[in-house]
């Protein structure tokens, strides 16, 4: 296997332990206009805009609700919840060796600048990522699971996508970089697997449990200068 020669990282559920609370926050949301929101739906969600999300919860809810109107109720509730999140395991290692090592990273997110500010701040080791294609990019014609937001990291970083590792956990963020042609590892902890149905077919994803399988294999291969 070739090393690559930058790494595409995304930030929630991947560096961040997020998603949970990302699910709460929607999940109270919906109730509050008398909608209780399903496992599989919270799944859904995962990985997408915040206005991509909105948009499809409130196609969910049993009663007319705006956008606007649901991230009214939404955005406090995140606010309040996002900044306890804590770093997955090997997260902060792994960014740490790529930066000793001048290997080039993104991170590829579809949070907005705001909501990145929030949720980093107890984090400042994610500060070594200094090229970011976030949702709110103004380059940015779709969010994933479109391929665009990988090939504009590629693009900034000023490489190839097919030479770029992307680190994933949702299927939306899983969908994007493989269409974008990189090599893609999803972590799934505690053996979940999702919907996966993206990695049919494609020689170029393996799910993996934990960052640290890829600090080991990192660790063996040399890094392309």
Known sequence: MRAPV???FDLDGLLLDTEPLHGQAWGEAARHFGTALSEAQLLHLRGRRRLDCAEQVVQWLDKPVRSDQLLAIQQPIARRLLPSAAANPGAKELVQWCADH??????????????VTYKTASHPWIAQIGTRVLGDDPDLKAGKPAPGPFLLAAQRLGVTPNECWAF????AGSQAALAAGCRLWVLKQGGE??????????GRGTVI????EVMKL????????
């Not at 001048?102 to 705001?114: C, E, I, K, Q, Y």
């Not at 697997?193 to 494609?202: R, V």
């Not at 449990?209 to 640290?212: A, G």
């Open 6 to 8: 930058a790494c595409l």
């Open 102 to 115: 001048n290997l080039p990273m993104a991170l590829v997110t579809s949070s907005g600048s705001d909501s």
């Open 168 to 171: 994933e956990d949702s299927s």
């Open 193 to 202: 697997t999702g919907d996966l149905n993206c990695l049919s077919g494609h």
């Open 209 to 212: 449990q934990s960052l640290e």
């Open 218 to 225: 990192l660790r063996t291969l040399q890094p392309t200068s």
